[in-house]
């Protein structure tokens, strides 16, 4: 393995005449290196000028997760987690899907999986999320599942259930008395919302509210 000269390498093993091939383990680390080299070798020394293959590395990830279901606060995991496949397929077997405690898949447990040309996994319904904050997707070779996976936090996932920029026209011109337009911009992602419901609230957490109307999803 060469990066800058034939002085410049790590030794990574050696195999007795008649094979012809050696097997590089999972997770082996690259850089600074570029380039793999093998040498001839007999009992008595090494031969100097090693036949060379520069290393063009395979890197797949998955993008752009979502998710859609009908609990929008995400405290019922049931729903389909969505994913925009790598541009680089060479190799790539199939899609796992975690449940994790962080972003690098800490303190996983299984969601699923779903072969090449499928993009998404069905979640059951009562799936709770118990101390986990992330959906975190693998790709996976016939050899190894990558090491780093992509991740959706529930946060930032409930997040595009969110509808955005409320606004209100009050034309009633009564002191202590509302009447006018409630307006707002729809959520990123409609997915499984039917209604918009609107409150009067003491309160922008909305402990404390009570129900004016509900209109349809299409109604903004």
Known sequence: LDALSQWCRMYLGSVLVGTDVFQIRADTILAPFSDFLVYTASSLIEQTTPVSHHIFEVASTVSAIG??????????????????????????????????????GSQRSYGGATRVGSNDILVPPNSPRSTSTHFVVYTRSTFVEQSIPEALSFQAASLRFVASDLDFADYDLDFGEIGGRVTWIRPELIGEITRYNIYLSTAIAGTSRALVSHVLVGTN
């Not at 929008?72 to 899907?97: A, E, F, K, Q, R």
């Open 67 to 104: 998710f859609i279901g009908q609990d929008l606060n995400l405290n019922d995991l049931g729903g389909t987690v969505y994913w925009t496949p790598p541009s680089l397929m060479t190799c790539l077997g199939d899609y796992i899907l975690y449940f994790a405690e962080s972003a690098f």
